[in-house]
């Protein structure tokens, strides 16, 4: 039996753009949503508040040197409706991140973004829950 | 020109306006001094159950909220705001219709619609190239369904953040076009039934899809819609699509659709309508630097 949450994660907004000819030079990366969410502690260098999806870049420190880890977030709409403004992260921001990562690049998805004072921000873009193992298993679901 | 009821002279809307927030002013006065009761008197037992135990007040209906069913003006948004095709029961279609409808590679499954979610590689959604949403998808796709009417004695202008784009529906008594030049948005046409807006429209380009499961149409689709406000936060919304070209019979009436006023779209950090565009310069760009697999946004309550 379909789980009641499924519906709700048929109704979402497919901002993607998905040119075959763009599609076809660069491979997928893909997000395992079978491995544990991680978390990361990092300084925002971009904030890139535009369709189709919001970026967050966050330089991160680890024992090799600084990495760059990509956030993909909702679409600026979907993120005003989750309490964001375009503003709400500047370069130079300390914020530590929280969530599921790509297979074998440095993204994120399904993002939680907390700040020093307490404060969190949620971003939906690419959240799945219960057994579904993608979100190209999502869309399957039957509306 | 707005026609006076009681005359039949037409009359300028500023001044329909002026004399509708008077009686709003009034009428609130009224309602005011109904519902105000003297401190004490809903503990004040009752003299004639003298003995007996006294009765709480009975609650006072809440009163409905005074409006004009013929202003439509103001910032109306889907609730809830949600995919959606003009109805499950989708006509059979002509064979020229099942061809076009053939080629459709959706990003979604609707199995009543018999759709089933190709690969990402195949995806075809005109609006994944950034081409306009059109009529009527603009208001059947989740990230539209947003709108602002501004009501002019000639037209109705209906504005949609998605795009940032919008449509005239003339009041003025004039007629479709014969041969349209055929258009994203179309051609349209409104007029007054009673308390509803019926909405008439041609002049559609075959470039768009209906809804985002791809089902299809083509230059010889037709649409009627009613607009109902049914009280001052609601207004009910159907359409009917008529294409002998691509549906051997007419699909709809779909059922009522609710929006509801708000003070500004949930999407904008202001009271104007975001300016919501694709942009395809930013979209190439963003699959060529984030390297997603293209995922579609979950749904704005989140998923916590």
């Known amino acids: 039996m379909k789980p009641k949450w499924a519906s709700s994660f048929a109704l979402v907004a497919g901002l993607v753009m998905a040119g075959g000819s763009v599609l ?3 491979g997928a990366v893909g997000y395992d949503y079978s491995v544990p969410r991680k978390t990361l502690k990092g300084k925002v260098s971009q904030f890139t508040w535009q369709n189709p999806h919001t970026l967050l870049l966050l330089d991160v420190e680890d024992e090799k040197g600084v990495v760059v880890w990509t956030m993909e977030l909702n679409n600026p709409g979907n993120l005003v409706e989750l309490g964001w403004t375009h503003s709400s992260l500047r370069p130079g921001d300390e914020v530590t991140v929280t969530f599921n990562p790509a297979k074998s690049k440095p993204n994120g998805i399904c993002v939680d973004v907390f700040f020093p004072n307490g404060r969190k921000l949620h971003s939906s873009q690419g959240c799945v829950q219960g057994n579904l193992k993608s979100f190209d298993e999502l869309r399957q679901l039957d509306k | 020109m707005v026609p006076n009821r009681r005359t039949n002279r037409p009359q300028t809307r500023v001044i329909d306006s002026a004399i509708a927030a008077v009686k709003v002013l009034a009428l609130s006065a009224v309602l005011i001094a109904q519902t105000t009761r003297p401190l004490g008197a809903a503990n004040a037992p009752s003299t004639i159950a003298q003995g007996t135990k006294a009765r709480a007040p009975k609650a006072q209906p809440a009163r409905p909220k005074p409006f004009d069913p013929h202003d439509l003006n103001g910032i109306w948004s889907l609730n809830p705001r949600r995919q959606m095709a003009i109805s499950e029961n989708r006509p059979p279609m002509t064979a020229w219709g099942q061809a ?7 990003s979604w499954t609707n199995s009543a619609l018999g759709v089933k979610a190709s690969p990402e590689s195949e995806w075809n959604d005109p609006l994944y190239k950034c081409d306009p949403a059109g009529y009527p998808r603009t208001m059947q796709q989740i990230f539209g369904e947003i709108l602002r009417f501004v009501q ?6 209906e504005f949609f953040e998605w795009d940032h784009t919008w449509r005239d529906i003339w009041t003025d008594g004039r007629k479709l076009h014969e041969d349209p030049e055929p258009r994203y948005y179309g051609y349209s046409v409104g007029r007054w039934d009673g308390d509803i807006f019926v909405v008439d429209s041609n002049g559609f380009n075959d470039r768009t899809w209906l ?5 299809v149409h083509s230059n010889q689709m037709r649409l009627k819609e009613t607009f109902r406000r049914v009280d001052r ?7 009917t699509l008529d294409d002998p070209m691509t549906y051997t019979q007419p699909w709809g009436p779909s059922d009522k659709r609710i929006f509801e006023l708000v003070p500004k779209s949930p999407r904008s950090e202001y009271e104007e309508l975001r300016e919501d565009f694709c942009v395809w310069s930013d979209s190439a760009g963003f699959f060529k630097d984030a390297d997603t697999i293209g995922v579609g946004d979950a749904p704005a309550t989140g998923n916590k």
């Open chain 1, 24 to 26: 076809a030079h660069h």
């Open chain 2, 100 to 106: 076009k409808f053939s080629k459709v590679r959706s």
């Open chain 2, 152 to 157: 002019t004695p000639t037209e109705v202008l």
């Open chain 2, 211 to 215: 809804d985002p499961w791809g089902d």
């Open chain 2, 233 to 239: 936060d609601h207004m009910e919304w159907t359409i």
